[in-house]
């Protein structure tokens, strides 16, 4: 069977921009961006500075995003590349050094606020084991307390305790982040778990009875999701990935530039 390649050839920027670049514009295509805020941070080239993340500069629309505007940072808050020019959020900067700085096998940290994560947020429960797509998180997912805007420097410490080694987090009365690999286990974890969200607000104002799944059962199928990860991450093939990308590059093909 022949692969399709989810990346064109590119003389001009590298593949971690144009990956990044693509989960920006998949955020937007879906309906999950939100207006210049929230970002999606990746682990720069190596020639761009050692330690150093990808960002997206400020003022830009998740949809406007290219590879070649995407801000380069290192976890001092050192900006050491900036095409657009109009440095970085600080509340990104926040968030995305304290995870880059304190779990180096994260690659990708996505953060989104969406109307059914803010919403799920502000629930004291958290994702309800209520279905195939919420029982991916079933007991692994981490939960953060509100602390206000995040601009306080001091904040990393305490998010990055309440993270662990965990992949997903609810921003309580906030919003949703998740961690990968690669940018597409970042954006696949972010995708379900808004999906998730959603479906369970559809059954909580449904009118109809929740029939929740048990717990012998709903830790089973977040093993099994937990197997298909391990077969599809890091520098093994991702199917999945590789069809958002493809779509991505479809329908926004300036995100290369």
């Known amino acids: 069977m022949t692969q399709i390649s989810a990346i064109p050839s590119t003389d001009g920027q590298a593949k971690e921009r144009i990956e990044l670049a693509a989960a920006y514009r998949l955020i937007a295509h ?10 999606i941070s990746a682990k720069a080239p190596e020639d761009e500075g050692e330690n150093a993340f990808l960002i997206n500069p400020y003022g830009l ?7 070649g505007t995407l801000a380069t940072v290192d976890i001092d808050g050192n900006i050491l590349r900036d095409a657009y020019g109009a ?30 994560g803010v919403a799920i947020s502000s629930m004291e429960e958290g994702i ?41 987090m609810i921003l309580r009365n906030h919003g949703l982040l998740t961690c990968g690999r690669t940018v597409g286990e970042a954006f696949a974890l972010m995708f379900n778990l808004e999906r998730a969200c959603k479906a369970q607000l ?7 009875t929740p029939r929740k799944i048990d717990a012998e059962l709903a830790e089973k199928t977040a093993q099994q999701y937990e197997s298909w990860d391990k077969h599809h991450s890091g520098n093994k093939p991702d199917p999945q990935w590789d069809a958002f990308q493809r779509l991505a590059i479809k329908h926004y093909p300036d995100l290369v530039n």
């Open 128 to 168: 309800l084991p209520l279905n195939q797509w919420s029982l991916q998180f079933h007991n692994r997912t981490a939960f953060h307390d509100y602390e206000g805007i995040a601009l306080d420097l001091g904040e990393r410490e305490r998010l990055v305790a309440d993270l662990g080694d965990r992949n997903v």
């Open 61 to 67: 629309r998740f949809d406007e995003v290219s590879a």
């Open 87 to 116: 440095g970085i959020n600080k509340a990104g900067f926040t968030i995305h050094s304290a995870v880059h700085a304190a779990r180096p096998d994260v690659h990708c940290v996505l953060h989104t606020h969406t109307s059914a």
């Open 30 to 39: 879906f309906n999950m961006d939100d207006s210049i805020f929230t970002h």
């Open 202 to 208: 559809a059954i909580m104002s449904s009118g109809g």
